[in-house]
Nanobody
């Protein structure tokens, strides 16, 4: 089992920055990829960023160049640095982990609100 806890959400003005953190605990040795997803009101959950155990990253076009995911294996943490935030980035952001066997885990989410 893996437990994920997010932090760092809040209210920010358009054009501002936030850094989200995710702390992993439990069977962390079994984790391969980690990532961030988000879900805006009335919309489906969507991928924001992923990072593998080899530090390969991937982003959708909507956040590419603005968001950066990083991973600190020594601290069992994953970060999401979000720059140039837009009102459409407003959502609940979820930390995600996937084990080598495909088992997935989710955090409870942290709310990011970007005001115009």
């Amino acid at each position: 089992q893996v437990q994920l806890v997010e932090s760092g959400g809040g209210l920010v003005q358009s054009g501002g920055s936030l850094r989200l953190s995710c702390t992993a605990s439990g069977s962390i040795f079994s984790i391969n990829a980690m990532g961030w997803y988000r879900q805006a009101p009335g919309k489906q959950r969507e991928l924001v960023a992923t990072i593998t155990s080899g530090n390969s990253t991937d982003y959708p076009n909507s956040v590419k160049g603005r968001f950066t995911i990083s991973r600190d294996n020594a601290k069992n943490m994953v970060y999401l640095l979000m720059n140039s935030l837009k009102p459409e980035d407003t959502a609940v952001y979820y930390c995600h982990a996937e084990e080598w066997d495909g088992q997935e885990y989710w955090g409870n989410g942290t709310l990011v609100t970007v005001s115009s």
